[in-house]
Nanobody
C-alpha cells in the first residue's frame, strides 16, 4: 500500500535550519508530482511547496519563498524540504503528500517547532 513517512522534524531556534525527508513506497514515486503541506496549531492545512515529477519545476508559498527548498531523489524514492531562516510562525506539523497541491494521500506528519 502507499506509504509516506516523514522524518527530520524537531525543535529549532529562530533563524535556524531543519531538513525534512519523506520516504515513499507502494507506488511509482517518479510518476507523481509531490508536495509538502503543514498544519499550524488551530489552523487548517496549508500548502508549502510542490515539485514536478522530474524535479525541474518547483513552487512555494509566498511565506516560505527564498527560505525553503524542495527536492526529490527518484532513485531513492525520497522527497526533501530544506528549511532555512526558520521563524516561530513556521511551527506546524509538516506533511509529505502525493500529487500536485493534493493532500488526500499524505504521511503521518512530522512536528516542527521553532522557538528560542
Amino acid at each position: 500500500q502507499v506509504q509516506l513517512v516523514e522524518s527530520g522534524g524537531g525543535l529549532a531556534q529562530p533563524g535556524g535550519s531543519l531538513r525534512l525527508s519523506c520516504a515513499a513506497s507502494g507506488f511509482t514515486f517518479s510518476s507523481y508530482p509531490m508536495n509538502w503541506a503543514r498544519q499550524a496549531p488551530g489552523k487548517g492545512l496549508e500548502g508549502v511547496s510542490s515539485i514536478t515529477t522530474d524535479g525541474s519545476l518547483t513552487e512555494y508559498a509566498n511565506s516560505v519563498k527564498g527560505r525553503f527548498t524542495v527536492s526529490r531523489d527518484n532513485a531513492k524514492n525520497t522527497l526533501c524540504l530544506q528549511m532555512n531562516s526558520l521563524k516561530p510562525e513556521n511551527t506546524a506539523v509538516y506533511y509529505c503528500a502525493r500529487g500536485y497541491r493534493d493532500t488526500s494521500v499524505r504521511g503521518q506528519g512530522t512536528q516542527v517547532t521553532v522557538a528560542s
